[in-house]
């Protein structure tokens, strides 16, 4: 499956932001999805995740209580919805599907398929 991230931009700090992650070539069927993302000169982290049936999502408690993740099976969509945004959270963001276990949902290694990241600043 391929995948595409979109949505980022430029917003002030307390603005909000809603990533889309869309997919290609397949269906997310049985897909896992994550959010990840990477600063300038830090490791890859990461954000939210959601199963396949939507019920169980997972957040980095950084962004718990800011940040929504939510899918829409029949568009093969995944949507994270930021809110209050602050100037830490500049970042590319990525988008990540695969069949992680628990153990591994929020690790990298457990996608097998990354989009390309979309840029999200945000200012002070």
């Known amino acids: 499956v391929q995948l595409q991230a979109s949505g980022g931009g430029l917003v002030q700090a307390g603005g909000c932001l809603r990533l889309?992650?869309?997919?290609?070539?397949?269906?997310?069927?049985?897909?896992?999805v994550g959010w990840f993302r990477q600063a300038p000169g830090k490791e890859r982290e990461f954000v939210s995740a959601?199963?396949?049936?939507?019920?169980?999502?997972y957040y980095a408690e950084s962004v718990k209580g800011r940040f929504i993740i939510s899918r829409d099976n029949a568009k093969n969509t995944v949507d994270l919805q930021m809110n209050t945004l602050r100037p830490e959270d500049t970042a590319v963001y990525y988008c990540?599907?695969?069949?992680?276990?628990?153990?591994?949902?929020?690790?990298?290694?457990?996608?097998?398929?990354w989009g390309q990241g979309t840029l999200v600043t945000v200012s002070s």
């Open positions: 990540a599907a695969g069949f992680p276990i628990t153990s591994t949902i929020k690790r990298s290694d457990g996608y097998r398929n």
């Open positions: 889309s992650c869309a997919a290609s070539g397949r269906t997310f069927s049985g897909y896992s």
């Open positions: 959601i199963r396949w049936g939507g019920g169980t999502t």
